[in-house]
């Protein structure tokens, strides 16, 4: 199972509070128009101030905010801009639309308090630096609109009560935000942490720690995948078993440490000349490499294994002390309706064949050449 990287991104988070803003000002307007329908009706709103009323309560007010929304929304939708800045414009957004909401409804002293919005925004979508100024350009705000109410409204003690409870909100806020964004931050790093222990969990146990090559486990289970594409695409692949000849001499001779550097120059020789995009190689076991060849016949794996083969002779690695190092090789291409152990079997027996040929060669693809598996092989 592939490890996915945690999504970091907040783009589902910011549609949904996009939606709640537009949601906000769509209610604002309703609720306005709805009071000025009431007020006419009752008799409260004389006839000479009505165009007024709908001037400065409706009609502005709504073209301030969907204005702002709009132009929201075409930063939202920009490929070309920044999650960051699709974040700052958001924010912007909010505390443009609580000004705009609290200004024009100066008498209902409880509005200031929807300062909270963009304060409690910011702790999850943007940095702590601009936290701190967004709660400072909501105070600000805040601040402004709460003037503005106080030099129209004659309740002063009324007033200051009122201004004071907001302030105290949003100010609330403020510390709140600052502990949900240490919250978030340090979930943030777990989620981190826990994913890079996961890859690494997930490294050695697919990977084979001496060659830095995929393990036999792994081998296989590419084995399976690459048949179950070849039957549903209808795709030729092939594979090969290479093995070090004379390696148990080797070990013998000049011990353990040399047969090492033999496995660990081969493994970094064919990381240089295969292609992981064409090749998928693997150390079977002991001295033993499978090769998974993607679209290529039994013959082109061949012209690659000779291709590797002419690169290990030119190497140091291709005489340790006395010995001479060469490698055989066993291919087997794919045939339709074959299972991956008969496919790893024929490849086998045709590295089999190759060691009994003399070794230092490389045999194609048993089923034409009419060879049959030898037994145990």
Not at 314 to 339: K, M, N, W
């Amino acid at each position: 199972m592939r490890i996915k990287m945690p999504d970091m991104k907040l783009t589902k988070w910011r549609k949904q509070i996009n939606c709640i803003l537009l949601f906000m000002a769509i209610a604002v307007t309703l609720l306005e128009v709805t009071s000025y329908f009431y007020l006419i009706d009752s008799g409260d709103l004389p006839p000479k101030d009505s165009d007024l009323y709908v001037r400065t309560h409706i009609f502005f007010p709504s073209v301030f905010n969907y204005s702002c929304l709009l132009l929201n929304h075409t930063i939202q939708t920009k490929d070309t801009v920044t999650e960051v800045s699709k974040n700052d414009s958001m924010i912007a957004a909010t505390i443009f639309l609580c000004s705009v909401t609290v200004w024009v409804h100066y008498t209902l002293i409880s509005a200031l308090s929807v300062f909270v919005l963009p304060i409690v925004l910011s702790a999850v979508f943007v940095s702590r630096k601009k936290m701190y100024l967004i709660c400072a350009a909501s105070l600000v705000a805040m601040s402004v609109c709460a003037a503005h109410s106080y030099s129209l409204i004659q309740n002063d003690l009324f007033l200051g009560r009122n201004i004071a409870v907001a302030f105290f909100l949003v100010l609330i806020a403020c510390f709140l935000s600052n502990i949900i964004m240490t919250y978030i931050e340090e979930r943030k790093a777990d989620l981190i942490s826990s994913y890079q222990a996961q890859l690494i969990l997930d490294r050695k146990v697919k990977m084979d720690p001496l060659t830095n090559l995929y393990n036999q486990h792994t081998f296989f289970k590419k084995l399976e995948e690459s048949v179950k594409l070849a039957e549903q695409q209808n795709e030729v692949f092939s594979m090969a078993i290479l093995d070090i000849d004379n390696f148990k001499a080797i070990n013998d001779t000049y011990g353990h440490s040399a047969g090492n550097q033999v496995l660990e120059g081969l493994s970094d020789l064919m990381g240089m000349v295969f292609s992981p995009r064409r090749e998928f190689v693997a150390r079977y076991g002991g001295e033993e490499f499978g090769i998974i060849f993607k679209g290529m016949t039994s013959e082109q794996a061949y012209e690659r294994i000779e291709q590797l083969r002419r690169h290990f002779s030119d190497s140091r690695l291709s005489c340790i002390g006395v010995i001479h190092v060469t490698f055989s090789g066993g291919i087997a291409q794919y045939q339709p309706g074959e299972e991956g152990s008969t496919l790893f079997n024929r490849a086998d027996a045709a590295l089999y064949e190759a060691k009994r040929k003399g070794k230092n060669q490389t045999v194609t693809d048993l089923v034409e050449e009419g060879i049959a598996v030898p037994s145990g092989a």
